[in-house]
Structures are given as structure tokens and as C-alpha cells.
């Protein structure tokens, strides 16, 4: 059974950080890119950053360059999501996908709100 259960989101003020994990399950994770979306009330989902399966390359939104990192450990088949200077705007929720050719995993979601 594949699962995909992300966890770290919460409530942060402005400037700060959170690190959000995906822990994965049922499927050969280090064979898969692996990327974070969100998506806001009333917007799209859209892509905020993905690795590959190699670790070898990362790709980033423009609006969180220079603030989130993503990175993962095959050992312990999980994704992470560095996120730094965090602002208003980045309040979503925010999902992780595994995806290998044409099959695509997504998780749950983990509500990130950046708010004074």
C-alpha cells in the first residue's frame, strides 16, 4: 500500500521557518523524482520545488528561490522542505508527490500559515 504522510506544516509569524517532512511507503522511493506543491484557498495547485531521484538536481519556483531547499534521504524514504523568511504569501496547503515515468503518488497535505 503506498502512502505518502506529510507532517512539520503549522503556524509560523513572518521571517520565520518551518521543515516540512514526507515520509514514504510502499513503493521503491529512491527509484522516484519527488516534489512539493501547494495550494492556496481559491488558487491552483502549483509547483514550489522538486529532486531527483538521484539527488543529483533540485528545481525551484521563482517566488521561494533563495528560501526553501528541498532535499531527501533514501535511507530513510523521506523528503523535506527547508523553508526560511516565510511570508503571508506562502500560506497552502502543501503536498508532496512521488512520480517515475507516468505513475504519480500524492499525499495528503500539511497546512502551512504564515500569519502575525
Known amino acids: 500500500q503506498v502512502q505518502l504522510v506529510e507532517s512539520g506544516g503549522g503556524l509560523v509569524q513572518p521571517g520565520g521557518s518551518l521543515r516540512l517532512s514526507c515520509a514514504a511507503s510502499g513503493f521503491t522511493f529512491s527509484s522516484y523524482a519527488m516534489s512539493w506543491y501547494r495550494q492556496a484557498p481559491g488558487k491552483e495547485r502549483e509547483l514550489v520545488a522538486t529532486i531527483t531521484s538521484t539527488n543529483k538536481n533540485t528545481d525551484y519556483a521563482d517566488s521561494v528561490k533563495g528560501r526553501f531547499t528541498i532535499s531527501r534521504d533514501n535511507a530513510k524514504n523521506t523528503v523535506y522542505l527547508q523553508m526560511n523568511s516565510l511570508k503571508p504569501e506562502d500560506t497552502a496547503l502543501y503536498y508532496c508527490?512521488?512520480?517515475?515515468?507516468?505513475?504519480?503518488?500524492w499525499g495528503q497535505g500539511t497546512q502551512v500559515t504564515v500569519s502575525s
Open positions: 508527490k512521488a512520480q517515475r515515468g507516468l505513475r504519480t503518488y
